[in-house]
């Protein structure tokens, strides 16, 4: 008897999905080691027997867990399994022919796979023998528990047939899967429903109604739907597996028509209405099949994937932040109830072998792939003009996959979060319009181009006059009031693409079609707008309209234009009110040149010469934002647009005197779309993600739907570009990379907006400081969050959110009295003298928190002197950059040089360096979970104060570095302070520092 002490199970906070390999694992890793510590709790099991470590209860688990051992390579977990089978006695349970004595050999013969031992097996053969020559002689049905020396209910069809085909594979006998094959014939021939392709738990159900429903068990049916693959795997081609293969391939449709809008299934499949309750174990073993369906070929990924992953973040969503299962099925034979508090053994293994296979498939995501790459002509990434087109298609089949006839409307699956939803017809709209970026690009090149059984060109043409239609679900009323609202934005980009293709989306509509197209255009063109790149909507819309005779508003046109302009600080920069982010690129550059190559130049030169000259003045410097590899910086709202940020590079193709590194924007803009398109977090759903490389929610706005990635799209604009212009015939370079300094820091201010670009030879890498300061508004969109409060911004080490304990990267945060812990989001710019970047900051919730701070960026990372004058009391902590788990573990140092502790961390990608010199009272590697973009666990280092006003004010003088993995770091770099004098009395008025290379900083705040 198992017994030891009842377990106290509280309900605790769930975990975030898990959506990445690593991620998988984590959770998994979390649940295997809290059922491990909780192996021998009271689980209040009816039945004595049910509690022993060879019963079918811990059987299960065993099934899964056996799975994690293998994919956690580390024999701990095959050293605790080997253990309860020494325990075991390597015996099966005691009814000799009962199946659930039986599947606890699923044990003994896996470690007998490892481990190569003949007595792991001995007793589990004999048994298997014995039965095979002294078959039962009971009828095939249940009775009431009276004869179950024959697999007469479904559940036995988990236990024993899995230790049949395995020991007829380990031992070459097929009299094994002989006798199996003919024993599973006749429980299905009892017990499956060909109408519902589903099976009865035992005959006493076969007739019994519920609300007049037939009473299909879930996890009942989860035990058969999870013992094909295990049968499956061990079978050679032949009649058996083609008929275990046929059994499962009529199940799996079945199952997946069942699943419920929350992701789970109901324990009575059929009557989702009766039992809304969640529950796990019948959830994980449909959730295992079906995506061992996929991830051997059995099942269609398009059709399945969502089902799966739905299925996979609801039971995740009942884990709770220690590792308890949740919401599974007490030990029961029909559907009952379940509750978050309570878990069970065969619930976890049902889990474990889940996550194995949600594992290998979020290992296999399909991402684009570059056919016939060219490396002579791109070396470093191989891409031609026809890859950028392949890629156009790979995105579009994507969206594509939710359209069956021409009047869809293309609605995807919303994710979780603050995204809204995508089904109203302004949000459909949307959808048309940002998707028609890239169909444009490609239809000028191929009028006919067929997407999914789709001609483009007659889809996006009946769409344009369905939104004129007052009948159809996709109607947009003509604008009333002054509000244009979402709708002047989807009319600015289908401006856009009518001047792309107007041969193909325009012409070939009648004039009334076209005159009713045009005023709908106009009545929100011609009106009031934003105060921010908005402007260029109304602009390209009212132009497309006059340039195809239509009368417009040209002297609002004329003053939208101005107003623009007036957003130009100089330097390739705009502001888009009130902050820089790549507004000023994906929006204000590249509208710019692109109305006027389609229409300035014609109809308003000065205005397009002026446009133009800001965006020759972005040339030089832009590409430097990008690290070495092409990869962009994570910044500012609306991140989710990605790669929309080298979109200017082909548009510069528009500039009839630009003379640029042609191969060096070519090789950007490549890598840059590869950067997601090839990351297996990109897609989910067929659909780009809301986030970063993944569904990241504190990089959502709250105006974003599944369809707004797709501005993206613009990125694809490029392609009207003749084939022969040297952007796409010229090699790929580095441009102006291999010319950089190896020695400092490769720093260019921008004098007119105050921006500070760096570029860091050493990781290939780019980073920016900016300032903005925007006090917390709700109808703002996050521009007084981490998109725009960090210290910097770095192409190498996207930013990590602020936790609630505090956890902090790239930026301080201030725990008050009274307060939770605050983040800082008001900055503003000071100078920049000398190599020095002043800024000051101060906290909205208390102006008394204030900072001076100064920036000095070196050759391998940055020098922070800072001077916190703050007149209240607070704990203060300030964070480096994070690094997210990726394939290996995270090595964690801290090394004593010259008396000084220092903080050393790498994720097998980068290491990363903090040398708290003066100011700090500790520091410390801080674990994150779902804060990073990259991988749903991460680290960073922070080191912390508690400051107190009454001392004066604090100087905190900090090292922060990084380099690539693998590379050693020296004393010498870990030693970087030679000396820090102050100028005045204290360093409170100021200092010099000298560093061991014999650089020399003056810092002077004002």
């Given at each position: 008897?198992?017994?030891?002490?009842?377990?106290?199970?509280?309900?605790?906070?769930?975990?975030?999905?898990?959506r990445t390999p690593e991620e998988v694992k984590a959770v998994m890793q979390k649940v295997a080691d809290w059922q491990i510590e909780h192996l021998r709790d009271d689980y209040n099991r009816y039945h004595d027997a049910d509690n022993r470590l060879v019963a079918w209860t811990y059987g299960a688990l065993y099934v899964g867990m056996l799975k994690w051992a293998e994919m956690a390579n580390?024999?701990?977990?095959?050293?605790?399994?080997?253990?309860?089978?020494?325990?075991?006695?390597?015996?099966?349970g005691r009814s000799r022919y009962h199946a659930d004595e039986q599947v606890v050999g699923q044990l003994y013969l896996e470690l007998y796979r490892k481990y190569g031992d003949p007595k792991m097996i001995e007793k589990v053969q004999r048994r298997t023998e014995w039965i095979r020559d002294n078959p039962s002689?009971?009828?095939?049905?249940?009775?009431?528990y009276k004869f179950t020396q024959r697999w007469t209910w479904c559940d036995a069809l988990f236990m024993a047939p899995p230790v049949w085909a395995k020991l007829s594979n380990i031992t070459g006998d097929p009299s094994f899967r002989d006798w199996m094959f003919e024993e599973y014939k006749a429980t299905t021939d009892h017990l499956y429903d060909p109408e519902e392709n589903l099976f009865f738990r035992d005959e006493h159900y076969i007739d019994r109604r519920d609300h007049d429903r037939k009473v299909f068990w879930s996890r009942g049916n989860g035990w058969v739907f999870g013992s094909l693959p295990l049968i499956i795997d061990e079978l050679p081609d032949g009649e058996q597996r083609s008929y275990y293969t046929n059994l499962f391939m009529e199940m799996a449709p079945a199952i997946a028509d069942l699943q419920t809008?929350?992701?789970?299934?109901?324990m009575s499949l059929l009557a989702a209405d009766i039992y809304p309750t969640p529950e796990t174990s019948g959830t994980a073993f449909f959730t295992y099949g079906l995506a061992w369906g996929i991830n051997n070929g059995l099942l269609d990924r398009q059709t399945y994937e969502p089902v799966v992953m739905k299925a996979w973040d609801s039971l995740v969503s009942h884990v709770s932040n220690d590792g308890m299962l949740g919401y599974v099925q007490p030990v029961g034979a029909a559907p009952g109830k379940a509750w978050a508090d309570k878990t069970e053994v065969y619930g976890v293994g049902a889990f474990l072998a889940a996550g194995s296979e949600v594992y290998i498939l979020m290992n296999n995501k399909p991402v684009f792939e570059i056919k016939n790459p060219d490396f002579e002509l791109s070396p470093y990434t191989g891409m031609t003009r026809q890859n950028w087109k392949d890629a156009g298609v790979y995105l579009l089949e994507g969206a594509f996959g939710y359209v069956e006839s021409i009047e869809d409307s293309m609605l995807f699956p919303k994710l979780p979060g603050k995204s809204r939803q995508s089904a109203d017809a302004v949000a459909r709209l949307e959808t048309l319009c940002r998707t028609l970026f890239i169909a444009a690009a490609l239809m000028r090149d191929d009028p006919d181009l067929t997407i999914n059984g789709i001609k483009l060109a007659d889809y996006y043409r009946y769409?344009?006059?369905?939104?004129?239609?007052?009948?159809?679900?996709t109607y947009i009323k003509n604008k009333t009031g002054d509000w244009p609202g979402q709708t002047l934005v989807e009319f600015g980009a289908l401006s856009m693409s009518l001047f792309v293709a107007p041969e193909v989306l325009w012409d070939p509509l009648t004039k009334q079609q076209r005159d009713a197209l045009a005023e709908k255009i106009n009545s929100y063109a011609d009106g009031p707008t934003v105060d921010s790149n908005w402007k260029f909507f109304n602009i390209i819309a009212l132009s497309f309209l006059k340039s195809r005779g239509y009368e417009v508003n040209e002297k609002l046109l004329e003053e939208y234009l101005q107003k623009s302009l007036r957003h130009y600080r100089g330097e390739g920069w705009y502001n888009d009110n009130p902050c820089y982010d790549y507004y000023s690129v994906w929006g204000f550059q590249m509208y710019g040149i692109f109305w006027s190559h389609y229409f300035g130049n014609e109809f308003y030169p000065e205005y397009a010469k002026q446009l133009t000259n800001n965006f020759k003045e972005m040339l030089p410097d832009f590409p430097l934002m990008f690290a070495r590899n092409g990869e962009m910086i994570m910044w500012g709202r609306s991140i989710s647009y990605r790669f929309a940020a080298s979109c200017v590079f082909p548009l510069a193709t528009y500039v009839?005197?630009?003379?640029?590194?042609?191969?060096?924007?070519?090789?950007?803009?490549?890598?840059?779309?590869?950067?997601?398109?090839?990351?297996?977090?990109?897609?989910?759903?067929?659909?780009?993600?809301?986030?970063?490389?993944?569904?990241?929610?504190?990089?959502?706005?709250?105006?974003?739907?599944?369809?707004?990635?797709?501005?993206?799209?613009?990125?694809?604009?490029?392609?009207?570009?003749?084939?022969?212009?040297?952007?796409?015939?010229?090699v790929e370079t580095e441009g102006k990379w291999p010319e950089l300094s190896k020695h400092n820091a490769n720093a260019k201010f921008f004098k007119d907006s105050d921006i500070l670009l760096t570029d860091f030879t050493n990781i290939g890498g780019s980073e920016i400081r900016a300032w903005c300061h925007v006090k917390k508004n709700p109808h703002d969109h996050g521009r007084d969050s981490e998109n725009y409060n960090r210290l910097a911004y770095s192409s190498n080490f996207p930013w990590q959110a602020d936790g609630s304990n505090g956890e902090v990267s790239m930026a301080y945060r201030f725990k008050l009295a009274g307060h939770d812990w605050l983040s800082s989001n008001l900055y503003r710019f000071k100078k920049y003298e000398n190599g020095v970047y002043y800024r000051d900051l101060t906290l909205e919730e208390d102006e008394g928190v204030q900072f001076s701070l100064a920036d000095i960026p070196l050759r391998n990372g940055m020098l922070r002197v800072d001077l916190n004058r703050s007149k209240v009391p607070m704990n203060v902590r300030l964070g480096h950059y994070a690094l997210p788990l990726l394939d290996e573990p995270m090595v964690q140092e801290v090394r004593n040089i010259a008396g000084r502790e220092i903080y050393l961390m790498s994720n097998g990608k980068y290491q990363l360096a903090l040398i708290p010199v003066l100011g700090w009272e500790k520091a410390d590697f801080i674990d994150s979970e779902g804060l990073h973009p990259e991988s749903m666990f991460s680290t960073v280092i922070n080191t912390s104060d508690n400051f107190d006003p009454k001392s004066g004010a604090a100087c905190y003088i900090t090292f922060m570095l990084s380099k690539p993995a693998g590379e050693p770091w020296s004393d010498d770099e870990l030693n970087p302070l030679a000396n820090v004098k102050s100028i005045g009395d204290?360093?409170?008025?100021?200092?010099?520092?000298?560093?061991?290379?014999?650089?020399?900083?003056?810092?002077?705040?004002?």
């Open positions: 008897m198992l017994l030891v002490s009842a377990a106290v199970i509280k309900p605790a906070l769930a975990l975030p999905p898990a580390d024999d701990t977990y095959y050293e605790f399994l080997k253990s309860i089978a020494e325990e075991n006695e390597w015996d099966l002689e009971q009828p095939m049905r249940l009775n009431r809008e929350q992701g789970h299934w109901a769409h344009l006059n369905a939104i004129c239609d007052p009948e159809s679900p009839e005197d630009a003379d640029p590194d042609w191969g060096w924007l070519r090789h950007i803009a490549s890598a840059n779309m590869l950067q997601f398109l090839q990351h297996p977090d990109f897609m989910e759903d067929g659909v780009p993600t809301l986030g970063f490389y993944r569904h990241f929610e504190p990089a959502v706005q709250e105006y974003l739907t599944r369809g707004s990635v797709y501005w993206m799209g613009k990125f694809w604009l490029g392609l009207a570009t003749p084939p022969d212009h040297p952007f796409w015939t010229s204290t360093l409170k008025d100021g200092c010099q520092i000298t560093l061991t290379d014999g650089s020399e900083y003056s810092v002077q705040w004002e």
